[in-house]
């Protein structure tokens, strides 16, 4: 049982992080009808910017903020540089330049930085706390699910109480009218685009100390684990990504701990087959039928 | 769907055009080039050195899975970003087949046709069971799918490292040439004469696939799948056959290039050469098989130049290896993104117009 409580807290905290990248995924699928391939390298890219700082100046927290800042900036730079000038007519189009953005990203950082694994900080220390002789949640996990939280309830507050929000809500919904009403939807979509790499750089920034350290392949399975997760959620919903995340994160969670660690990517792979299979349009998509 | 609409326009083939009247058989048409191919080939075999040859053969090897690449993306209109996982399990399959076969004491050079035919059945079988989750995916969603195979199937050699022995992987007996050829023989060569062989083999099936009944309905589900349904075809079913006629055709890549290497291991499959194969099949030019040539073509060279252009500047050892590994990898993303957004036909796309203009301006001049 306490194995069991053990493995719940770690897999939510875990969950917490893929919420977040997916997310940032559900961000841009809303905003411009794309899924972006490219969002594990970027937030990679913004990591190793947090490395860099903090090698630089020995702060934390510094680095934190400079891989804030460059997600964000990474996010409007690919928009306004790359994806605005590909034909958006076949949803192939974007797909392929967002993968030809990771083959980039990837090989740029490995010229930077090669191609070995650095160490990551973590801010707070990750050995879990004893609560009457149970090992729960480390300060880390702590941190973890606060930084989660206030993205989460930020996000809510832009999209829901500020002008800023309902004009990018406009943008993605109804284009054409919004630009007649005077909302500048291309420049909506470049704030979207940024806002999304931005929680993914947090996100990065939060799951890669807990794995093997920082790689320019280190995102890779996290982005396909995240992408699960907002498949679960259907792509569309916030809130379905925010449950998916969590989803994801318990049952890789159970499964490393019950069956070994070798087993979560086949978990992540049966997971997604599944649910593209069964519930294609994830679990809290109303059913519609299928157009062939 | 433009990308691969612009890039395949409706061209006459030689057998249906209405000037000369007479109809070729595909299938001779097909064999013929194939023939001239393999002639070409072999010549030029005799005039490159060792590690020329090698390389020639890797083309051809790659070029078995960039064709089959091309069919299913350019042509189905699905995208897949397995096809490196697919790779991965014909060269397996070959590895576990000849080592089998070693084991038992049998080192004919025949068998080697048995376990590369073995590794096409065991990729088509995966491919089976992918394409059928595929069939029923669009977009991003078959992206996201692919993509979680080409992830996962390398990490697998690791879970299940009794059998596929981690990280090391395995390594390929081939049986030397064949002693009637001589001893002094350079056994590239004739490395480079079997997988000429079976890429050859490979292409025929391909082309006359694309130009049959079956061909013409990848293309119909491509452009329009409602419009296609009402034409009678069964959409589901025809992406099904194109994706595992695809698996097929890049398991055999996978296999030919474990059969080169003579040694299988997770790294050389991993989510990059997925990546690089999409790429070559952009960049070459989706739809056509010829651009699938270009591909292959570029999947090799490429890092030769890089190396080539590395070595002009003086760098410290552990700059050069650095800039040596990923320049390929910053090249291939660049050019990708580059081509998708001022030429969606690739290499093939802008040959095809030039030789089009060019044709045009000839016959002005003629009237």
Same mark, same amino acid.
């Given at each position: 049982?306490?194995?069991?409580?053990?493995?719940?807290?770690?897999?939510?905290?875990?969950?917490?992080?893929?919420?977040?990248?997916?997310?940032?995924?559900?961000?841009?699928?809303?905003?411009?009808?794309?899924?972006?391939?490219?969002?594990? =390298?970027?937030?990679?890219?913004?990591?190793?910017?947090?490395?860099?700082?903090? =090698?630089?100046?020995?702060?934390?927290?510094?680095?934190?903020?400079?891989?804030?800042?460059?997600?964000?900036?990474?996010?409007?730079?690919?928009? %306004?540089?790359?994806?605005?000038?590909?034909?958006?007519?076949?949803?192939?189009?974007?797909?392929?330049?967002?993968?030809?953005?990771?083959?980039?990203?990837?090989? %740029?950082?490995?010229?930077?930085?090669?191609?070995?694994?650095?160490?990551?900080?973590?801010?707070?220390?990750?050995?879990?706390?004893?609560?009457?002789?149970?090992?729960?949640?480390?300060?880390?996990?702590?941190?973890?699910?606060?930084? %989660?939280?206030?993205?989460?309830?930020?996000?809510?507050?832009?999209?829901?109480?500020?002008?800023?929000?309902?004009?990018?809500?406009?943008?993605?919904?109804?284009?054409?009218?919004?630009?007649?009403?005077?909302?500048?939807?291309?420049?909506?979509?470049?704030?979207?685009?940024?806002?999304?790499?931005?929680?993914?750089?947090?996100?990065?920034?939060?799951?890669?100390?807990?794995?093997?350290?920082?790689?320019?392949?280190?995102?890779?399975?996290?982005?396909?684990?995240?992408?699960?997760?907002?498949?679960?959620?259907?792509?569309?919903?916030?809130?379905?990504?925010?449950?998916?995340?969590?989803?994801?994160?318990?049952?890789?969670?159970?499964?490393?701990?019950?069956?070994?660690?070798?087993?979560?990517?086949?978990?992540?792979? =049966?997971?997604?087959?599944?649910?593209?299979?069964?519930?294609?349009?994830?679990?809290?998509?109303?059913?519609?039928?299928?157009?062939? | 769907?433009?990308?691969?609409?612009?890039?395949?326009?409706?061209?006459?083939?030689?057998?249906?055009?209405?000037?000369?009247?007479?109809?070729?058989?595909?299938?001779?048409?097909?064999?013929?080039?194939?023939?001239?191919?393999?002639?070409?080939?072999?010549?030029?075999?005799?005039?490159?050195?060792?590690?020329?040859?090698?390389?020639?053969?890797?083309?051809?090897?790659?070029? &078995?899975?960039?064709? *089959?690449?091309?069919?299913?993306?350019?042509? &189905?209109?699905?995208?897949?970003?397995?096809?490196?996982?697919?790779? $991965?399990?014909? @060269?397996?399959?070959?590895?576990? &087949?000849?080592? $089998?076969?070693?084991?038992?004491?049998?080192?004919?050079?025949?068998?080697?046709?048995?376990?590369?035919?073995?590794?096409?059945? @065991?990729?088509?079988?995966?491919?089976?069971?992918?394409?059928?989750?595929?069939?029923?995916?669009?977009?991003?969603?078959?992206?996201?799918?692919?993509?979680?195979?080409?992830?996962?199937?390398?990490?697998?050699?690791?879970?299940?490292?009794?059998?596929?022995?981690?990280?090391?992987?395995? $390594?390929?007996?081939?049986?030397?040439?064949?002693?009637?050829?001589?001893?002094?023989?350079?056994?590239?060569?004739?490395?480079?004469?079997?997988?000429?062989?079976?890429?050859?083999? &490979?292409?025929?099936?391909?082309?006359?696939?694309?130009?049959?009944?079956?061909?013409?309905?990848?293309?119909?589900?491509?452009?329009?799948?409602?419009?296609?349904?009402?034409?009678?075809?069964?959409?589901?079913?025809?992406?099904?056959?194109?994706?595992?006629?695809?698996?097929?055709?890049?398991?055999?890549?996978?296999?030919?290039?474990?059969?080169?290497?003579?040694?299988?291991?997770?790294?050389?499959?991993?989510?990059?050469?997925?990546?690089?194969?999409?790429?070559?099949?952009?960049?070459? *030019?989706?739809?056509?098989?010829?651009?699938?040539?270009?591909?292959?073509?570029?999947?090799?060279?490429?890092?030769?130049?890089?190396?080539?252009?590395?070595?002009?500047?003086?760098?410290?050892?552990? $700059?050069?290896?650095?800039?040596?590994?990923?320049?390929?990898?910053?090249?291939?993303?660049?050019?990708?993104?580059?081509?998708?957004?001022?030429?969606? *036909? *690739?290499?093939?796309?802008?040959?095809?117009?030039? @030789?089009?203009?060019?044709?045009?301006?000839?016959?002005?001049?003629?009237?």
């Amino acid at each position: 049982m306490d194995r069991f409580l053990f493995l719940t807290l770690d897999g939510l905290s875990r969950g917490a992080v893929y919420a977040a990248f997916a997310l940032a995924l559900v961000l841009i699928w809303r905003a411009g009808r794309i899924v972006n391939f490219a969002q594990g =390298a970027m937030a990679v890219a913004a990591a190793y910017v947090a490395y860099s700082v903090t =090698a630089a100046t020995g702060s934390y927290w510094l680095g934190f903020v400079a891989a804030l800042v460059a997600g964000l900036l990474l996010g409007a730079v690919v928009d %306004v540089a790359v994806m605005r000038l590909v034909d958006h007519r076949s949803p192939l189009n974007p797909v392929i330049v967002a993968l030809g953005l990771v083959l980039l990203i990837h090989a %740029v950082l490995g010229m930077v930085y090669g191609n070995e694994y650095l160490p990551a900080q973590t801010p707070f220390s990750r050995t879990a706390l004893t609560v009457g002789g149970l090992a729960v949640l480390s300060p880390y996990d702590l941190f973890v699910f606060a930084t %989660v939280g206030v993205v989460g309830a930020a996000l809510v507050w832009i999209f829901t109480r500020t002008a800023i929000g309902l004009r990018m809500r406009a943008a993605a919904f109804a284009p054409e009218v919004s630009r007649l009403l005077g909302v500048n939807v291309s420049g909506m979509l470049t704030l979207g685009w940024a806002l999304a790499s931005g929680v993914g750089a947090l996100a990065g920034m939060l799951v890669i100390p807990t794995e093997l350290g920082l790689h320019p392949h280190a995102m890779d399975l996290v982005f396909v684990s995240a992408f699960t997760a907002a498949v679960v959620g259907g792509l569309d919903s916030p809130p379905g990504a925010v449950v998916g995340g969590l989803g994801v994160g318990l049952l890789l969670s159970y499964v490393s701990g019950y069956a070994g660690g070798d087993l979560i990517p086949l978990a992540v792979l =049966a997971l997604l087959l599944a649910v593209l299979l069964l519930r294609p349009g994830g679990l809290f998509a109303p059913v519609t039928a299928r157009r062939v | 769907m433009s990308a691969t609409r612009a890039a395949a326009p409706a061209r006459r083939t030689a057998a249906e055009s209405p000037r000369t009247g007479r109809t070729v058989p595909t299938l001779l048409r097909h064999l013929a080039v194939a023939a001239v191919a393999g002639v070409v080939v072999l010549a030029i075999s005799y005039q490159l050195d060792s590690f020329r040859n090698f390389q020639l053969a890797t083309v051809a090897a790659y070029l &078995c899975a960039t064709a *089959g690449l091309t069919v299913l993306t350019g042509l &189905c209109g699905q995208l897949s970003l397995g096809h490196g996982a697919l790779m $991965a399990t014909g @060269a397996y399959t070959v590895a576990l &087949c000849q080592n $089998a076969f070693a084991d038992r004491g049998v080192t004919a050079g025949g068998v080697l046709v048995l376990s590369l035919a073995t590794a096409v059945l @065991a990729t088509v079988a995966v491919g089976a069971v992918v394409g059928v989750a595929a069939a029923r995916l669009r977009g991003p969603y078959l992206a996201g799918l692919t993509l979680a195979v080409a992830v996962v199937v390398p990490a697998l050699t690791v879970t299940f490292d009794g059998v596929f022995n981690g990280e090391q992987g395995l $390594a390929v007996p081939v049986a030397p040439a064949p002693a009637a050829l001589g001893f002094y023989f350079p056994y590239e060569r004739w490395q480079l004469w079997v997988v000429t062989a079976a890429t050859l083999l &490979c292409l025929v099936l391909l082309a006359n696939l694309v130009r049959s009944r079956y061909g013409r309905a990848f293309r119909a589900v491509r452009d329009d799948e409602v419009a296609a349904r009402l034409a009678g075809i069964h959409v589901a079913r025809t992406q099904v056959i194109a994706f595992v006629v695809s698996a097929g055709s890049a398991g055999l890549g996978g296999a030919l290039l474990a059969m080169l290497a003579q040694s299988v291991s997770p790294g050389a499959f991993g989510l990059t050469l997925s990546l690089f194969l999409l790429m070559a099949v952009v960049i070459g *030019g989706l739809g056509r098989l010829a651009g699938a040539v270009w591909g292959a073509v570029l999947l090799v060279a490429l890092p030769d130049l890089t190396h080539t252009l590395t070595d002009l500047f003086t760098l410290s050892p552990a $700059a050069a290896q650095r800039l040596e590994g990923n320049l390929p990898l910053a090249i291939f993303g660049g050019t990708l993104i580059v081509v998708m957004i001022a030429a969606p *036909g *690739g290499v093939q796309g802008l040959l095809s117009r030039l @030789a089009g203009s060019l044709r045009v301006r000839w016959r002005r001049r003629r009237s």
